[in-house]
């Protein structure tokens, strides 16, 4: 078992920037491919982003490539997603989500173990 918690949400103006973090406990970090999904209101989870164990490969949805990072620091069992240029369509609770499959996906089924949630509000 794993236990992911988020934090860094929070209210900022359009083309600013926020930095999500969740920490992993129970499990090394390193067992599990780690995403990012994010529900706004109405709308269905999506997929954000994803990383390997080792941090060596990423994998973005096409609305946030080129804007949003993904990053992880094993040692301290956290995974990172850095956001900038943010936009008001980027509004949504942003969830990190840990697999044990053996590559990349961005089925949020395939997801066995889930935080929270961090609200990140963007204001036109």
């Known amino acids: 078992q794993v236990q992911l918690v988020e934090s860094g949400g929070g209210l900022v103006q359009a083309g600013g920037s926020l930095r999500l973090s969740c920490t992993a406990s129970g499990r090394t970090l390193t067992t599990y491919i780690m995403g990012w999904f994010r529900q706004a209101p109405g709308k269905e989870r999506e997929f954000v982003a994803a990383?390997?164990?080792?941090?060596?490969?990423?994998d973005y949805t096409g609305s946030v490539k080129g804007r949003f990072t993904i990053s992880r620091d094993n040692a301290k069992n956290t995974v990172y997603l850095q956001m900038n240029s943010l936009k008001p369509e980027d509004t949504a609770v942003y969830y990190c989500?840990?697999?044990?499959?053996?590559?990349?996906?961005?089925?949020?089924?395939?997801?066995?173990?889930w935080g929270q949630g961090t609200q990140v509000t963007v204001s036109s």
């Open positions: 990383i390997t164990r080792s941090g060596g490969n990423s």
């Open positions: 989500a840990a697999t044990r499959t053996l590559g990349i996906t961005q089925v949020t089924m395939t997801y066995d173990y």
